[in-house]
């Protein structure tokens, strides 16, 4: 008997007697995973994914670059360089958050994407890369990724929520994880929001690979630089320096934390 079945998972299946069973699943090319509910085991949210798009929201909810960081290292940990993208161009002072973000990740080599599923600027080229080969959309609930791909197919007539009045955050709408056949051609696993961003699997001494500009770096003084205290440090000369922004340094230093305690 195979394992727990994912979303993007290629598999063997049989007939028996009129009904389809699983037989096997071929191994994964890559795994998008995250701590699951109590930390104590991993949830899979999908395999065999040619790219995967962090989806944030401009306003309503706004995003933070703690929540942006921790989901863009949940991607690089599962050897795949994530697309951010960030939705409501269309609400008010967006362009303006938007260009900052795109001045932050940009510099450190990620492809930044806007788009409004309200006004449909930018859907052209969302559509251009949801349009080739597999592709998830991960996140927050509530950011608009279900309005993103109705606003894509208009054939998929997707169930879309508002937030809450009372929290301002999104409401569970996509409750399963399913794959999409778009019209294009492309397939987009469609995963439910989750704001506990927690990871699974990054030992702290790896944590760095998960950071492009912390990787680019020299090698420091010492092996094995945890980039916290020790001297000679490429990456604290960086952050000092500004070449390194100072947002990033904390949340890998959250995250550096939280992986030393899960050992």
Partial sequence: MPGEVVIGDRVTVAETRGAWTIESVEPRGTTL???????????VLAANLDRVFVVVSLAE????????????VLVEASGIHPILLTN???????????????ST????GYLVLGASARSGEGLELLRDELCRGTSALIGPSGVGKSSLLNALDRGLALRTGELSVKTGTGKHT?????LIELECGGRVADTPGFGDVGLWGVAAEDLASCFPELAALDPCRFRGCAHLQEPDCAVRAAVEAGRIRESRY???RKLHGEAAAAR
Avoid at 33 to 43: E, F, L, N
Avoid at 61 to 72: G, H
Avoid at 88 to 98: I, T, W
């Fill in 33 to 43: 995973v995250r701590r699951g509910r109590g930390g104590r085991a991993p949830k």
């Fill in 61 to 72: 909810p706004p995003a933070t670059t703690e929540l942006i960081d921790r989901l863009l």
């Fill in 88 to 102: 409501k161009l269309d609400l008010p002072g967006a362009h303006e958050v938007a260009a900052e973000l795109s």
């Fill in 105 to 108: 990740y940009q510099g450190i």
């Fill in 174 to 178: 996509t409750s399963s994880s399913r």
């Fill in 250 to 252: 904390r949340s890998y």
